[in-house]
């Protein structure tokens, strides 16, 4: 009997996994909402299920509906992608309980990595350096508040402790904008994680952000698939990602790649994960940012200089069939970059712009271009979800020709009916300082300040 998938997702992730499935000789189940009716991602699964309304409340977000299509269609297992319901661990345990195989961490590895507060604790006791912070704040207590404040010190960040993705952060820079600042993170981290608590954490002013690709057994061992580099973001949202990390040196690569091992191995973590690091670039120290319990999206940089499918790996595992992996048979050959195609407008203040695609024409797709995506000429880019149109991720025998491969696929890119970030992205990394990876997680808010000087 052939084994079936049920995608707990849509757009170009659902897309991606099911073109795993099929590579693997298994059939896929999509799930969609009503405005997904007619997508990409129910197009090329081998089954599709209605689950509910268009707001992801209404349907992506349905534990019992997914769970009922998995029944209905006799589904093995669930993969649940990115977002929604990925880092669930009652959604886990759920699909484990209806008899279907959960593909991603067990529940308690969710838990323990979903709570801040708890997965900088158990990285601290794993040995993994972590930066200055407070314990969970949950109430009003102002004293306390600026007591805890100033004992991190300013500039500080605070982050809802059930938040993931640069959801749920901000930065404080003095004293008089604590109170406010933390009573509305709360009150946002409530409505999107159904947990209001915060903690505070030492902002470092030029960082990078730093991942490590890991993937664990379920016994204690672990490996890693090197590192990323995710420094390009705006509002916290990484927007341009790369493998391996530019100009770290050898003894922080190593020391990044062995803590996030000593990580998965001090909690049994099975499957895919990332270990997120800042790393400070005035001290040239590295620290624990948060554990992602699920794949990335970015991953495919790392599938491009590895040679791995990881999705495929993650089935695999979920299913039985993976067996030991050894960290010497993990290379690394070339550089990827990738750029997060959205559908906005950058010279908006990059407000998203919905609307029915009129004309699309990818780059050449070839060994060096890849393209990921959800969308088709035709398909609507609707106000419900994120407006990311696609991912492109090029590859090059080093840094400089992946760049120059990337800027040739945005060139190349032709799409109407939407606004895109498109000629954004090209001219970003046609930047001298992203040329020269001295990229920090301040790199756009400073390119927008030195091209409003030069016009002014």
Not at 33 to 42: A, E, F, K
Request: aromatic letters at 6%.
């Amino acid at each position: 009997m052939v084994q079936k998938i049920l995608i707990a997702n849509r757009g170009e992730i659902a897309c991606r996994i099911i073109e795993s499935c099929h590579r693997m000789g298994l059939e896929a189940v999509a799930v969609y909402s009503d405005i997904d009716r007619h997508s990409r991602h129910v197009a090329l699964a081998d089954q599709a299920i209605a689950i509910g309304g268009s707001h992801a409340r209404d349907s992506y977000l349905k534990v019992e509906a997914i769970l009922a299509a998995g029944r209905e269609t006799a589904a093995t297992a669930i993969h649940p992608g990115y977002g929604f319901l990925s880092e669930n661990a009652a959604f886990a345990q759920a699909v484990s309980d209806a008899g279907m195989v959960w593909i991603g961490p067990a529940p308690a590895n969710i838990i323990d990595m979903g709570d801040k507060e708890r997965a900088r604790k158990i990285a601290g006791e794993s040995g993994v350096p972590i930066l200055p912070g407070s314990d969970r704040i949950d109430g009003r207590d102002n004293h306390a508040l600026q007591s805890a404040a100033r004992g991190v010190g300013y500039p500080l960040l605070v982050k809802a402790a059930a938040g993931g993705g640069g959801i749920g952060m901000r930065q404080i820079k003095s004293s008089q904008d604590l109170i406010p600042t933390v009573e509305s993170t709360q009150s946002m981290a409530e409505k999107a994680f159904g947990d209001g608590g915060v903690y505070l954490e030492r902002f470092v002013p030029r960082a990078k952000h730093v991942e490590v690709q890991i993937f664990g057994f379920g016994d204690g061992t672990a490996i890693h698939l090197h590192d990323r580099e995710c420094s390009i973001q705006r509002r916290f949202q990484k927007i341009v990602e790369e493998a391996p990390a530019p100009h770290i040196s050898p003894t922080i690569r190593n020391q990044l790649h062995r803590a996030a091992v000593n990580l998965a191995r001090a909690q049994n973590y099975s499957g895919a994960g990332t270990v997120e690091f800042i790393y400070d670039c005035d001290r040239e120290l590295a620290y624990f940012l948060e554990m992602n319990t699920r794949i990335q999206v970015e991953h495919p940089v790392t599938e491009m200089v590895t040679g791995i499918d990881l999705v495929e790996w993650q089935i695999r595992h979920a299913l039985g069939g993976l067996g030991r992996i050894s960290q010497d048979s993990i290379s690394v050959k070339g550089h990827a970059i990738e750029c997060r195609l959205y559908a906005e407008r950058p010279d908006k203040g990059f407000l998203p712009s919905p609307g029915t695609i009129t004309q699309l024409n990818w780059p050449t797709v070839d060994e060096r271009c890849r393209i990921d995506t959800g969308v088709r000429q035709g398909d609507q880019i609707s106000p419900f979800y994120d407006p990311m149109i696609a991912k492109v991720i090029a590859y090059g025998e080093d840094r400089d020709s992946a760049i120059a491969r990337q800027r040739y696929a945005l060139n190349e890119l032709v799409i109407d009916g939407v606004g895109t970030n498109a000629r954004f992205l090209s001219e970003l990394i046609a930047d001298e300082r992203f040329g020269a990876a001295d990229t920090t997680t301040g790199f756009i808010d400073d390119y927008f300040m030195k091209r409003s000087t030069v016009s002014a």
